[in-house]
């Protein structure tokens, strides 16, 4: 896992494989404790040319409450037509709207640590 933590903090230019770019940016949605150095880096990869890193990268930028670019991303690529992306995009949104509608804890503060 580290390797994917240590290539996802390289410049996208030196890390041309999109799925660990996509793995690199889903460990700081599931780990994040290490979100909070990685924000300027998930900020970098909403303009990725894959959807599904455009994807995963919103959906950790808001769950930290960094919403309007990530909302941003997510509605460009809802608009763009291309069903599979439209689908995972929509699911992302239908998630992040069913943690708003239950008991949930506030997002985390960029460096919290903690389940």
Do not use: C
């Not at 949605?29 to 919103?58: C, H, M, N, T, Y």
């Not at 460009?76 to 995009?89: E, M, T």
């Amino acid at each position: 896992m580290s390797r994917f933590f240590s290539a996802f903090s390289a410049d996208p230019k030196l890390e041309p494989r999109p799925a660990v770019r996509f793995w690199g940016a889903l460990g700081r949605l599931l780990l994040p404790g290490r979100a909070a150095p990685a924000k300027p880096r998930l900020q970098a990869l909403l303009r990725d040319e894959f959807a599904d890193v455009r994807i995963v990268a919103s959906e950790a930028l808001a769950y930290h409450g960094e919403t309007t670019d990530a909302l941003a991303t997510l509605a460009k690529i809802i608009g763009s037509g291309q069903p599979y992306d439209v689908l995972a995009a929509l699911n992302t949104l239908d998630y992040a709207g069913s943690l708003r509608s239950r008991p949930a804890p506030a997002p985390r503060p960029w460096g919290a640590t903690g389940n």
